[in-house]
């Protein structure tokens, strides 16, 4: 008998795990009016974002994949894309998109609609109908093994190598054999531990392309021409005893758990069923987290040793420390405890199946402690200047 | 973390002068600590020659700049990476 939890059906198969009014700006300028349609709409989640126009090239696909993966994340019940109505992002294109998925898309661009006071009041009237529509539909039992959990650290300290990216690992291992998926990121923080990463990969091919995207990330660094440690590892995580990226990556690479790594997806492509994949993704923090909803994570859990506030716009986001001083001082922001793994009072085991049980009751509805207070960081990381 | 690590990791802020202990394969070993260690920082537990790898979980963390004394604080004063460094240019690896 399959696993099932109370969730959402969409119609084109995927399952979610909240119902959100997901209101869109193509480009930056359309911000404003989709911020203030979301106060008016209680319940409505806006991603503000400072792109959709002056970008070419694999820069413009970027913007405009991230936003329509966003859209199509199956956490969304309902999307309203607004535009301006002369920027470079494609504002019937990314509704098609969205549409596919089978879900309500409406779209319009404030020019056309006469300025922002009649946009907004256009905007609440759909917001609103939307919403009565989302606030109808019931949870149903649906499978276990097609939720798809990601696995981030930020803020690393030295527990976060020690304990709860390994804790965070015997979870993820869990949902693995849940027939589940975990998703992986953070190029910059496996460069010193690639090759361990490597030996697990299903196929060479995809053990090569994982080498590749390394490559190609370092390439960029050297183009910079900078030393990579001013940013990687950041003053906080120095501060926290990590010396190298090397180090860091060591420590971050066990997060993911102990399953082969079936493929290596790109920034924001859509997260394959049934495995462990790796996302060429930024360390930093809003915008691989951006990356991995737009991919279809349902779920970030999010290691954390010196502490962060951090969550999403369209996905739970769960935090995980060992670091206790740290989880005492910023409890709001904390969702689970682990550091007893480091006095030896809890097995890696132990701590594992509490990240497990919290991710299933997060999954079923439980309001992580970002969603209670609010937060819905969006970021989308860049390839290009803007012209 | 393993057996070819060079250094331990504190769980605790340590004086200098104390006496940590920690366990690998031979049993239980005790190093004298030579600097206050802050919570989650590194400590020598052998002598390293300037220039060499550094461990620790068995792999590679990065360089001696320096020679390292046993008990030695180990962290960006006396260890670099290698990796991600454009500012020294196209390096043979």
Redesign the interface.
Known sequence: MERTIMGYERPNGDIGIRNHLLIIPTVICSNQVCSRIMQMVPGAVAIPHQHGCSQIGADKTRTFEMLAGTGKNPNVGAVIIISLGCEVVDPIALAEDIRSTGKPVEVFDIQSVGGSVKAIAYGAELAKRLMADLQKQAKVPVPLSKLKVAVKCGGSDATSGLASNPALGAAADSLISEGGSIVIGETTEIIGAEHLLAERCATPEISDKLYHIVDRFEKEVERMGADMRGGNPSPGNIAGGLSTIEEKSLGCISKCGTAPIKGVIEYAERIPENGLYFMDSPGNDIECVSGMAAGGAHIVCFTTGRGTPTGAAVVPVIKITANKQMFLRMEDNMDIDVSDMLDGSASLGQAGDRIWQEIVEVAEGKWTKAEVLGHQEFSINRIGPSL | ?NDRDHVV???REIGAGETIKYRNAAGEQAVVVRNDI?????IAISNIEAGTDVR??G????RAVEPIAIGQH???HN??????????G?ETN
């Open positions: 973390m990791t504190s769980l802050p919570f989650g920082h590194k620790k979980y792999e590679v963390i990065g180990v962290h960006v260890i670099e990476g290698i990796r991600g460094r454009g500012d020294l196209k």
